[in-house]
């Protein structure tokens, strides 16, 4: 029986659209493209999620190459206004406490920066959170097995009651590839119905429906 449900943070509980925040700022495909490469796409974003570059050295680097591309006003506007995109999904936090209301753990996995992880932390929602792991902790990202495991000692959870819900098909797949069941947010509606085929039965609208333990 399910007892543990594990949130990602961006994409699900708040939104993290790289893509269409470069469009609506910039409106040119190709500067888009090159943007997204030298921020969001690149290995370097990896690395600062994963803890083995400090922000400023991170920056550094993006407004290097964005100079050498001609992109520095474009590169710093992104690093300046970035944070912006990730609004709180409200629907995904009042599922969170209709599920913490019928009693189960609520957790994050998340591969985010030490910066975006503070900031994330002085959210109203934050302490709806029962513990979670964030990829620049134990410097290794999703879908790398080692940070499910990681994740799964710190909190002490058994693989066969946990369920996880990330937007990237890729890490649930790892997830379930492991014994946790894993779930691809691909909206809120789609996600009660995935809820619901694994027994946990929550409306989209209204009060919660008790399930049987």
């Known amino acids: 029986m399910y ?5 990602d943070l961006g994409g699900v509980v708040v939104d993290f659209d790289p893509r269409g925040f470069l469009l609506e700022r910039f409106c040119n495909k190709s500067t888009e493209n090159k943007l997204y490469g030298l921020t969001f796409g690149s290995p370097l974003w990896q690395q600062l999620d994963a803890g083995t570059v400090t922000q400023d050295e991170a920056e550094r680097q993006v407004m290097e190459l964005a100079r050498s591309q001609g992109l520095a006003f474009e590169a710093q506007a992104v690093l300046d206004d970035w944070p912006q995109m990730l609004r ?35 959210r109203d929602f934050w302490p709806l959170f029962d513990g979670g792991l964030a ?6 990202n999703k879908p790398d097995p080692r940070i499910f495991e990681a994740f799964m000692r710190r909190c002490g959870l058994a693989y066969d009651s946990t369920i996880f ?29 995935a ?14 429906q008790p399930h049987t333990r």
Do not use: P, W
């Open 88 to 122: 709180t999904r409200h629907q995904t936090v009042e599922l969170m406490k209709r599920l913490k209301k019928l009693g189960y753990n609520i957790f994050y996995l998340s591969n985010i920066s030490s910066s975006t992880l503070d900031l994330l932390q002085q």
């Open 135 to 140: 990829s620049c902790e134990v410097h290794i």
């Open 195 to 208: 809820l619901g085929a694994c027994g946990i039965h929550v409306r989209e609208h209204g009060k919660a």
């Open 165 to 193: 819900v990330d937007d990237n098909k890729v890490n649930a797949q790892a997830a379930f590839d492991l014994g946790i069941t894993g779930i691809h947010y691909k909206g809120h509606s789609s996600f009660v119905k």
């Open 3 to 7: 007892k543990n449900i594990v949130f």
